[in-house]
């Protein structure tokens, strides 16, 4: 499957992927301002959010009924969403954070570097998202107090992804 995101959400000027991009400050060529308050019908998202907000972009995905294009650590203990890449997702695992991301900017700020998670790039449905429990476990205080958006270190052949195709 060829995946062509149309707008890249959860981003900041400095870091979009995509000539559409949806921010979290305003004045940057952004198309809109806090993604989870815009309509994401009629576009295929680039989502690679920061972790808190994840139960909420799943639900989105399943109220607006589209495919989306996400950006997740399998990060087991934090939010039970390794059961995402499963039969019924396309995803192909990326790599180990600290060698394929760059920290954001809280991070280098605080001089702090990326742990060490796997990184895996899903597409999915609504349909495909029925079912799935996400719960919140609880988040260790370090990580409340860090920004977790994850910054691929280069823009180039991030526009266009073949998953492997999954046997019904």
Known sequence: ??????????????????????????????????????????????????????????????????????????????IQYTELVNEKVQSLMLGWSNEILEPGTSLIKKNLKLSPVLMTICSMKPAEIEGISLRYSVVREQIDKVDLRLQPKTKSGLHSYKLPKIKD
């Not at 707008?7 to 809109?32: K, V, W, Y």
Request: aromatic share 8%; glycine share 4%.
């Open 1 to 78: 499957m060829n995946l062509n995101p149309t707008i890249d959400l959860f981003s900041q000027h400095f870091h979009n992927l995509l000539p559409r991009f949806m921010s979290t400050t305003r004045g940057h060529g952004e198309t809109a301002i806090d993604a989870l308050n815009q309509t994401w019908k009629m576009e295929l998202p680039w989502i690679h959010p920061p972790i808190p907000p994840l139960p909420s972009v799943l639900k989105k995905i399943m109220e607006e009924l589209i495919k989306a294009v996400i950006i997740i650590p399998l990060w087991p203990g934090q």
